[in-house]
């Protein structure tokens, strides 16, 4: 089956389009590439969302948002066929995470009541309409209904692509957050460990956003932190922070890393390279310390756009030396698409209905189908 997979993470730097060929394959599935593109988010589409992210907003601004994603969402899909030569008719199903602009897993006092929420707009009703796909979205709601923290999703993809019978491994995904998948040899769905280890490029983006003054919003392979001087003192400060120390299932996102923190580093008037060379080893650390803390694991499989990072993916080998550390090229699948072909089979396994979730990865009672769907007629 054809599916597109659509994805835009929390670095807000465009939309995903990954159009992938899917087929069940014994306990797992197989999975063959067939085109993929990003198109960026227009500065002014990403100063809005920035703009809406963890605040105090007007819902007028996120309806007129969720449905100019939808149109967004769309457009990409057309371009992405259009762009590969692949006939927009021959696919058959749209799996959409949509933009995520709050996300609350741990349950808080409202109104009498204890509450975890979330929240991914992008209409996928515009989508079905504009492009005649079944599109399936809304996959964190029905996990966090069921007492989970609706992230990360990504893990139950990672065991039906990267488990293997005798060799242990962590899928490594590096986008505005970090997260691991560690698969033991031949392990089944329930002995999966996963969780959000924390920032991945995200307080790196910020700080280089600002830096530039919007100019840029990434450190191109890793050279801003590799002329910087790590501050050891803030770095210690940083690691400090109550969430690397909590226990998984957890999530996290710009909640924690987000805005507010970032204001917080540049207030400290330290040289915004030094920022962000201390950022970038904030990230390498705290994923490298949460992958050596499993045992008989010794390949790690990364993706994410901080696989191009060139200092980091340098200083995770470092701090890593008995762990052979590659990237899901090596496996035939984009870094840059995994995320959205996650969400292509994510999707392919709503249809199936078969659930999407590891309960072990998120905190839920059980295993659900996730995903809702917009059909066309």
């Not at 009541?113 to 504009?130: D, K, L, P, Y």
């Not at 488990?163 to 002995?191: F, K, Q, S, Y």
């Not at 400060?237 to 120390?245: G, I, N, R, T, V």
């Not at 400290?268 to 045992?295: K, M, N, Y």
């Amino acid at each position: 089956m054809r599916v597109a997979g659509i994805m835009s993470g929390t670095s807000l730097d465009g939309i995903d389009v990954a159009i992938v060929d899917i087929s069940r394959k014994h306990a797992g599935v197989r999975v063959k590439p067939v085109a993929f593109h990003t198109t960026p988010y227009p500065k002014l589409v990403r100063e809005a969302l920035l703009a809406i992210s963890n605040s105090m907003t007007h819902t007028a601004t996120i309806a007129r948002l969720n449905f100019l994603l939808g149109e967004l969402y769309a457009a990409a899909i057309r371009d992405t066929c259009r762009r590969s030569r692949v006939p927009l008719d021959s696919v058959v199903l749209a799996g959409m995470h949509g933009q995520t602009i709050f996300h609350e897993a741990e349950p808080i006092e409202y109104l009498g009541h204890r509450v975890a929420s979330t929240f991914q707009i992008g209409e996928a009703a515009i989508v079905a309409e504009r492009t005649g796909l079944w599109t399936i979205s809304n996959f964190r709601e029905r996990d966090m209904a069921a007492g989970g923290k609706g992230a990360p999703l990504v893990p139950a993809v990672d065991y039906l692509l990267f488990r293997h019978r005798r060799v242990g491994r962590v899928a490594l995904n590096i986008g505005g957050i970090a997260n691991i998948t560690v698969i033991p040899a031949g392990a089944d769905r329930e002995e999966v460990i996963a969780f959000d280890i924390g920032p991945g490029n995200m307080i790196i983006d910020a700080l280089v956003y600002h830096h530039t003054h919007g100019k840029q919003t990434f450190d191109r392979d890793g050279r801003v932190a590799r002329h910087g001087k790590v501050n050891r003192r803030l770095l210690d400060s940083m690691l400090s922070d109550p969430y690397f120390a909590l226990d998984p299932p957890k999530a996290c996102g710009r909640e924690q890393f987000g805005r507010e923190f970032v204001a917080g580093l540049i207030a400290t008037g330290l040289p915004l390279a030094d920022l962000i060379a201390t950022s970038t080893e904030l990230t390498a650390r705290s994923i490298a310390g949460a992958i050596a803390r499993h045992r008989g694991i010794s390949e790690v499989i990364a993706s994410g756009g901080g696989v191009h990072n060139r200092h980091m993916m340098r200083r995770l080998r470092d701090l890593l030396p008995d762990h052979e550390i590659g990237t899901t090229a090596d496996h035939g699948i984009d870094p840059d698409a995994k995320e959205a072909i996650a969400f292509a089979i994510l999707a392919y396994e709503f249809i199936q209905r078969r659930p999407g979730n590891l309960p072990s990865a998120t905190g839920a009672r059980h295993a659900v189908l996730l995903g809702k769907d917009s059909p066309v007629s």
